[in-house]
């Protein structure tokens, strides 16, 4: 079956460090991925999307690798702030639906 | 442009009764899906309406339905209602099916 597999401790960092969240998948064969934010009580918010054939993407603070050899995407906040604390959600197309992860919770301590 | 708006974004209900929750997409989308979100399951896929179609559907019983309208509005219905219904009701809008999503706020259903 088709499995999205995402760190389900929390990640506690301190302020300016870099946080690394982690998403491995099985069973799917994926065009691109996506990254999502979600705080406490609202709906997730799109964050990046990367393609298969991308090997990194960058958005300001934010950088995404895919690696569809091991089936894997990692996500970096680089200079994390407080405000960065919230629950990271990876999603895959499965054809007809679009599968979540259950996400990562991140805790940015000052 | 408004976003994805959501209503009610709270419910309260008792076993047995149903309820229609509706959604509102971005201007111009034509894509609507729909999630539900639990702390057990996470996020998981209701189904998609394109172009007042459904498209796909999850795996969910019969009892969970939906509809979009002309104007790409769209509402779900949830009947004959159980304790584990309760969760977090997200509706989200794309321009097409592949794209990013952009979610409303959420209704919180709560079944007694």
Partial sequence: SQKIEQNSEALNIQEGKTATLTCNYTNYSPAYLQWYRQD???GPVFLLLIRENEKEKRKERLKVTFDTTLKQSLF???ASQPADS???LCALWSGYALNFGKGTSLLVTP | KAGVTQ???YLIKTRG????LSCSPISGHR????????PGQGLQFLFEYFSE???NKGNFPGRFSGRQFSN???EMNVSTLELGDSALYLCASSPLQYNEQFFGPGTRLTVL
Avoid: E, M
Wanted: glycine fraction near 4%; charge should be positive; avoid cysteine.
């Fill in chain 1, 40 to 42: 406490p009580g609202r």
């Fill in chain 1, 76 to 78: 970096h906040i680089t």
């Fill in chain 1, 86 to 88: 919230a629950t990271y």
């Fill in chain 2, 7 to 9: 209503t009610p974004r």
């Fill in chain 2, 17 to 20: 009764q149903q309820v229609t």
């Fill in chain 2, 31 to 38: 894509s609507v899906s729909w999630y539900q979100q639990t």
């Fill in chain 2, 53 to 55: 179609t459904q498209r």
């Fill in chain 2, 72 to 74: 790409s509005r769209s």
